[in-house]
């Protein structure tokens, strides 16, 4: 199932304090960028981020899953509460290299 603009649009503006903020459609699915840092995997109306120790003690209790078949685990990050959620990110982007992805010309 792919996911809806509208849940993405929701995520970005839950995170929009952070940083400069894109995402990037990909096989009906989207990732998230901040600061050109991909940040947020958005599949089936559900937002994931990395499994990384910079984050494990903010998402001790959240729940894990699969973006997609083939994916490894990532947390899935609860949205609805967006000081959290930025908190998230924030630690993420100061973790996660930028993306080498191409412009279009």
Do not use: R
């Amino acid at each position: 199932m792919a996911s809806d603009l509208s849940y993405v649009e929701y995520v970005i503006d839950q995170i929009k304090a952070s940083g400069a903020i894109m995402y990037k459609k990909m096989f009906g699915e989207y990732l998230v960028y901040l600061n050109n840092k991909p940040v947020v995997m958005v599949c089936d109306n559900t937002a994931f981020v990395k499994m990384l120790d910079c984050i494990k003690p903010l998402m001790e209790d959240a729940e894990t899953g699969f973006p997609y078949d083939g994916a490894k685990e990532h947390y899935i990050v609860n949205t609805d509460d967006s000081e959290y959620f930025s908190k998230v990110v924030n630690i993420l982007e100061k973790n996660i290299p930028p993306s080498n992805f191409k412009k279009k010309k």
